[in-house]
Nanobody, 125 residues
Framework: QLQASGGGLVQAGGSLNLSCAAS????????ISWFRQATGKEREFVAS????????HYADSVKGRFSISRDIAKKTVYLQMNSLDPDDTAVYHC????????????????????WGKGTLVTVSS
């Protein structure tokens, strides 16, 4: 299971740091990613990181502003969000991909095996 936290209300230009913690003694999945879903819109890919290795991917809309990282010992993935914009307002979800997938598969929500309950990020103008 995954547990996302760290959302909240922030002014435009501000920052938030989201956390996604995996439960259990160990995590042996392939990757953990962040997606977001704004009201009335489909869930969209934000960022992904492989659990082992250095592969990281970002959506074009967040490149240069968001940074994904992991702490293997804590079984936690972080999403540092800077220069937030009202368009970033959404419920942010973290998903675990348990088996290897090509890079193009990482952006597809249906590929993920487990999801945490989302955390709401609201950016005011």
């Amino acid at each position: 299971q995954l547990q996302a936290s760290g959302g909240g209300l922030v002014q435009a230009g501000g920052s938030l740091n989201l956390s996604c913690a995996a439960s259990g003694r160990t995590f042996s999945g392939f990757a953990i990613s962040w997606f977001r879903q704004a009201t009335g819109k489909e869930r969209e890919f934000v960022a992904s990181i492989r659990w082992r290795g250095d592969n990281i991917h970002y959506a074009d809309s967040v490149k240069g502003r968001f940074s994904i990282s992991r702490d293997i010992a804590k079984k936690t993935v972080y999403l540092q969000m800077n220069s937030l914009d009202p368009d970033d307002t959404a419920v942010y979800h973290c998903g675990a991909l348990m088996t290897p997938a090509p890079d193009f598969g990482l952006v597809q929500p249906m590929a993920y095996d487990a999801w945490g309950k989302g955390t709401l990020v609201t950016v005011s103008s």
